[in-house]
């Protein structure tokens, strides 16, 4: 088998939008934007954001989050895969 090259493993730390269900008595509720991380395999990155998918194969991705450009905190390359037959001695 001849060996492929993955797209990039990274790691995003993001913050994620988020809503409150119903009526909000009282006090007004504050942000809190705590950081969220997303592992995978970076398929597309351009000036709006990036996609990671979870699952990878030749030719085929599953289980994409799309992460907006203004929700991205750090994004590190922590480099591809090397699939095939290991070389032989």
């Known amino acids: 088998m001849e060996k492929q090259k993955s797209p990039d493993l990274v790691l995003v730390e ?20 705590d950081s969220c991380w997303t592992l995978g395999f970076q398929i597309d990155k351009n000036k709006d ?16 989050i799309c992460i907006p450009r203004g ?13 095939g037959v290991p070389e032989t001695e």
Not at 14 to 32: C, I, M, R, S, T
Not at 51 to 59: D, H, K, L
Not at 71 to 83: A, R
């Open 71 to 83: 929700m991205i905190k750090k994004l590190t390359i922590l480099g591809d895969l090397n699939f």
């Open 49 to 64: 954001g990036v996609v990671i998918a979870q699952t990878w194969y030749p030719n085929d991705v599953a289980n994409l």
């Open 14 to 33: 993001w913050v994620d939008a988020y809503h409150l269900d119903g009526w909000q008595f009282g006090e007004n509720p504050k942000v809190n934007l």
